[in-house]
């Protein structure tokens, strides 16, 4: 008995050795994650930022200065690039490690590696299946071409990985600690895929399996109607009647077999406007200084850590401020002494889907110019924790991979076909990093311009001025010469008419300089007007944020940086001004009852601000959702045939315009509903479910407690993200803000001899929960101010606010 006894007293200690120190489900290790010496207790807030290090890295060539500000921004001076960019990788890493991991982990289709669960791999397979790691070996055999952007990328890995030695697992970041993993060397692969991952995040909005269906379903005529190829209402990026300086290409012609069709089996959507942003430039004509005003803020999903990081990078021949990507060299959206400039997503048709004709069940041949042709394949192997690799093989033709032959079960797959080959220009070779190495030492106009040579994916806005008082905007990438409408559908896999054509010229990309009207914009509207010679895509964001800027714009004179720093938290709903006049006398106020003549009343009184604290705001968006839903789901919800429904432009100007429109008349009900039956019932619905989640008419029903804006966790960490913010803005208005989405980054520049620079991100510098620099800018975004951004000279400039200092040498 004593011995069995001795045995237990061996055995249990063992066993719950092994228990708390292995990490079960979604659960950390327990005894590891509580260790007082390494775990989450030593992630806590300190000061060791707060006073002077001195670190050596093997690889630097001269000497090194980084002075962090009062917000832990760091102004890195060095002697060289090479110097420069080891510094930025550094300090990027020393503040978002984890960050830079996680992202280009999930980019790369290796998340199983470290979450086990389903979505993990029907996700990596995703990725993998999407061509990401390949158009990042692509973009970085480019990369790595250009003896400059060799030695950012290199430099920038260098820094990372200089970093990543000075860890041991006390100092881990807490999100290491938590999924039980540890950092590893970086690789300038990492680098493109982070950018590759952001080319997906604008790029991978694709509509034309829906529209294939839709085509089926009704018909080219009312495809055409519906589906318009230029919308009702228009502002566009390039003014109206701007001159086109170029003899265009011949555009391809298109074939006369263009029909396409395909079905598959997930949902149905609606048109949701998600990826946005607005920038615009004024000239000094307009401006109180007589030198021009720049803004830029970039609507993305929000997230702690910020997506961007801020940082200055001063060396010979570059001093530029900005926001950097946390993984790759360089400032993305910022400012020098001379120029600034700042990029809207243009949402241009760069990604198609060509339907594959195999010809037997082993995907070894495919159809293709009267002949069969060899697919090639690409073992994909994901690793899963603590289970055997998972291989997948993927098929790829000449157009690209073969996403899927089954669908799977996952939502993010829904308007990708089956059998198809993806065609997307982030496949492509490139070289991205050249157009910011360029724009951050840019000294004007012609520096701009050469700069935006460079540039494939994703196509951007580029909006720019300079101290020499021009500005201008360019919708910019690399955009194949397309036949109208190749794209829109599923296009013919197996017909070389059916291929790209080449490309558009860089040169004749639309660009305007020095409009007459004295400023320039863009808010994900159409590049331009119809008179542009080439096809970009069919469809862009709706209008209404693009007026309102050009409209607030226009009448402005005299403008300072906070006239334009309102102006960015503008909550006017162009939406309303042109719905409510319509809608409004539609209600029968005889059938309502208490509650919705309340909401009425309130309706009828609003500003058509989404104002944090208005009620009428609320119930205008839950009202306008449920009419589209009410106009367009009998007849585009098919089971097993994925469609969307017509976007908001089309549908505004049919209650506007079409006032007996069949599409009224639900097809599932015995009577035949008007116009006038489907606004009555989706304002009471409106009502109804704010009065079910809010009770009778009271405070919570303002728009700030309805939308519930707030800043999640990147991995969505319960705790690490932010409150619930009260705030206002909406997807239709300047102030673009819904639930996790919205400005990610505000900026506001103000040319002249000495610039000056205003900024914010709802978030902080460190990626470190326990920091007081984890979250600190959260609120000073929130409410629609800005920082001044301190632009050094020198590591001692006084303006700079220094609380701490590093010195790198080699």
């Not at 200690?13 to 990490?23: D, Y």
């Not at 004295?518 to 944020?545: C, I, K």
């Not at 001692?796 to 080699?810: C, F, M, N, W």
């Amino acid at each position: 008995m004593n011995k069995l006894k001795a045995l237990f007293c061996i055995i249990i200690p063992i066993g719950l050795a092994f228990l708390f120190n292995t990490k079960i489900g979604s659960a950390p290790p327990v005894l590891k994650f509580l260790n007082p010496f390494i775990g989450f207790w030593q992630n806590a807030e300190n000061n060791h930022f707060m006073f002077n290090h001195k670190v050596k890295i093997k690889g630097a060539i001269d000497n090194i200065e980084i002075v962090f500000d009062d917000r832990m921004i760091p102004h890195i001076f060095a002697q060289n690039d090479h110097d420069l960019y080891l510094a930025q990788g550094y300090v990027t890493a020393m503040h978002r490690l984890w960050q830079m991991d996680f992202q280009t982990r999930f980019a790369a289709g290796r998340i199983s590696e470290v979450v086990v669960s389903e979505p993990a791999r029907e996700s990596d397979r995703y990725q993998r299946r999407m061509g990401m790691v390949y158009g990042a070996e692509k973009s970085l055999k480019g990369m790595m071409i250009d003896p400059k952007s060799k030695e950012m990328i290199l430099a920038y890995t260098e820094g990372i990985n200089a970093y990543i030695k000075t860890l041991s697992h006390s100092n881990y970041p807490i999100e290491y600690k938590i999924l039980d993993f540890k950092p590893e060397n970086w690789t300038p692969l990492k680098c493109a895929l982070l950018l590759k991952q952001m080319s997906a995040v604008l790029a991978m909005g694709s509509d034309e399996f829906y529209m294939t269906n839709i085509l089926k379903k009704f018909g080219p005529e009312i495809t055409k109607d519906l589906f318009p190829d230029y919308p009702y209402r228009e502002d566009p990026i390039i003014p109206v009647g701007t001159k086109w300086n170029f003899s265009p290409l011949p555009v391809p012609k298109t074939p006369e077999s263009f029909t396409a069709s395909q079905t598959g089996a997930v949902r149905t959507k609606e048109k949701v406007e998600g990826i946005g942003s607005n920038n615009w430039a004024l000239s000094g004509s307009k401006t109180a200084s007589g030198f021009p005003i720049l803004a830029n803020d970039p609507h993305l999903e929000l997230s702690l850590p910020s997506i961007w990081y801020q940082i200055q990078l001063h060396a010979p021949g570059v001093n530029t401020y900005g926001v950097s990507l946390p993984g790759a060299p360089g400032i993305i959206i910022g400012f020098n002494q001379k120029i600034a400039w700042g990029v809207t997503n243009v949402a241009a048709d760069v990604l198609d889907f060509y339907q594959v004709k195999f010809k037997d069940s082993s995907h070894n041949e495919y159809w293709y110019n009267n002949k069969w042709n060899k697919t090639t394949k690409r073992i994909e192997v994901i690793k899963i924790r603590g289970s055997k690799d998972l291989i997948d093989t993927v098929y790829y033709t000449h157009q690209g991979p073969v996403v899927y032959l089954q669908k799977p079960n996952f939502a993010k797959a829904g308007n990708v076909p089956v059998g198809d080959a993806l065609r997307w220009i982030a496949h492509d070779e490139s070289n991205e990093l050249m157009t910011f190495y360029y724009l951050n030492r840019g000294k004007n106009y012609d520096d701009y311009r050469k700069a935006l040579t460079h540039y494939t994916a994703p196509a951007q806005n580029f909006v720019f001025a300079s101290v020499d008082n021009d500005i201008a905007i360019t919708p910019n990438g690399k955009f194949p010469l397309k036949w109208k409408n190749q794209g829109k559908f599923i296009l013919d896999g197996t017909d070389p008419a059916y291929d790209w054509q080449g490309w558009i010229p860089a040169a004749q990309n639309p660009t305007v300089k020095n409009p007459p009207r004295g400023f320039v914009s863009s808010a994900n509207q159409s590049s331009t007007d119809q008179t542009y010679p080439y096809y970009l895509n069919w469809e862009f964001t709706s209008y209404e944020r693009g007026k309102r800027i050009n409209d607030r714009l226009g009448a402005m004179n005299k403008a300072t940086m906070d006239s334009i720093r309102l102006m960015q938290t503008d909550n006017y709903s162009i939406l309303a001004q042109n719905l409510l006049p319509a809608v409004i006398p539609m209600l029968n106020a005889d059938h309502l009852n208490a509650t919705q003549k309340e909401a009425l009343s309130y309706l009828s009184k609003w500003n058509k601000r989404y104002d944090a604290q208005e009620i009428g705001a609320s119930v205008f968006e839950i009202w306008t959702k449920r009419l589209a839903f009410d106009i367009w789901d009998d007849e585009f919800m098919v089971k097993g045939v994925p469609m969307r429904y017509p976007s908001r432009d089309r549908t505004v100007e049919m209650i506007l315009k079409e006032p007996t429109a069949k599409w009224y008349d639900n097809i599932n009900t015995s009577q035949k509903e008007t116009l006038s039956d489907l606004v009555n019932e989706a304002f009471k619905y409106s009502c109804d479910s704010l009065e079910r989640r809010f009770g009778p008419i009271n405070k919570d029903w303002r728009w700030s407690n309805v939308k519930q804006t707030n800043v999640p966790h990147l991995a969505k960490i319960p705790g690490f993200g932010s409150k619930v913010l009260q705030i206002g803005g909406a997807k239709s208005t300047i102030n673009a803000i819904s639930e996790t989405n919205g400005p990610s980054w505000r900026m506001v520049i103000e040319l002249g001899k000495n610039p000056k620079g205003h900024g914010v991100y709802p978030g902080g510098q460190s990626g470190n929960p326990g920091s007081k620099f984890y979250d600190n800018m959260i609120d000073t975004w929130a409410s629609g101010q800005l920082y001044d951004l301190f632009y050094m000279q020198t590591p001692d400039d006084e303006s700079g606010k220094i609380i701490s200092r590093l010195k790198i040498s080699k």
